[in-house]
Nanobody, 126 residues
Framework: QLQLVESGGGLVQPGGSLRLSCAASGFTLDYYAIVWFRQAPGKEREGVSCINNNGGITNYADSVKGRFTISRDNAKNTVYLQMNTLKPEDAAVYYC???????????????????WGKGTSVTVSS
């Protein structure tokens, strides 16, 4: 069964940090770019960060540049999103998605991915 499972969400105070994980099972991520999307209530799903299959290319939304870092460990079939200096506007459900062969030169649209995780919730509040 092909699955992406996110973890690491939770409640954090403004200025705090979280590290999200996206673990794949049933398939190898070696040929897939991984994209983190997020969706806040009443808002559209937006691409946050993308990493290509070998980690050599990363892309970030302007709203998270300098605060979030995406990385991957293909040996563990896992991708990470380190989120620092979190703001209330970062609160959302975060989803990881796999896009076969994507280069991440541009942030993929949500309809151009192949597999989705079910999401992990991030709340930023004092």
């Amino acid at each position: 069964q092909l699955q992406l499972v996110e973890s690491g969400g939770g409640l954090v105070q403004p200025g705090g940090s979280l590290r999200l994980s996206c673990a794949a099972s049933g398939f190898t991520l070696d040929y897939y770019a991984i994209v983190w999307f997020r969706q806040a209530p009443g808002k559209e799903r937006e691409g946050v960060s993308c990493i290509n299959n070998n980690g050599g290319i990363t892309n970030y939304a302007d709203s998270v540049k300098g605060r979030f870092t995406i990385s991957r460990d293909n040996a563990k079939n896992t991708v990470y999103l380190q989120m620092n200096t979190l703001k209330p506007e970062d609160a959302a459900v975060y989803y990881c998605a796999a896009a076969y062969g994507d280069t991440c030169h541009y942030m993929p649209d949500f309809y151009n991915v192949d597999y989705w995780g079910k999401g992990t919730s991030v709340t930023v509040s004092s």
